[in-house]
């Protein structure tokens, strides 16, 4: 079983800045690949960003490319959204999710199905 826990999210100004934090804990075989999606309310949980196993491979929604960098420190078995120049639209409840994959692997993924292991959730609020 493989347990993660979000952190970091708060109310911020438009123009300002968030990192998140996803602790990842448990027993693998494998690597993990890792996503972090959002959900606001009313609306579906949309994929923002993804880092493969490595880390040497990422994947973002056009939404956020340039502002928000998906990062891991295998040794912390933590992941990271840096989130910058952040808009009241990107006001959601953030989640992060892993699935596994070979360790020295590319793999990321977009789709919401592909992860098996969710976290709580971390809500960010951006006021204009």
């Known amino acids: 079983q493989v347990h993660l826990v979000e952190s970091g999210g708060g109310p911020v100004q438009a123009g300002g800045s968030l990192r998140l934090s996803c602790v990842v804990s448990?027993?693998?075989?494998?690597?993990?690949?890792l996503g972090w999606f959002r959900q606001s309310p009313g609306k579906e949980r949309d994929f923002v960003a993804s880092?493969?196993?490595?880390?040497?491979?990422?994947d973002y929604t056009e939404d956020v490319k340039g502002r928000f960098t998906i990062s891991r420190d295998n040794a912390k078995n933590t992941a990271y959204l840096q989130m910058n120049n952040l808009k009241p639209e990107d006001t959601a409840v953030y989640y992060c999710?892993?699935?596994?994959?070979?360790?020295?692997?590319?793999?990321?993924?977009?789709?919401?199905?592909?992860?098996?292991?969710w976290g709580q959730g971390t809500r960010v609020t951006v006021s204009s």
């Open positions: 999710a892993v699935r596994p994959a070979p360790f020295r692997s590319s793999y990321v993924s977009t789709q919401r199905l592909d992860y098996r292991y």
């Open positions: 448990g027993r693998t075989n494998s690597g993990l690949a």
């Open positions: 880092i493969s196993p490595s880390g040497d491979s990422t």
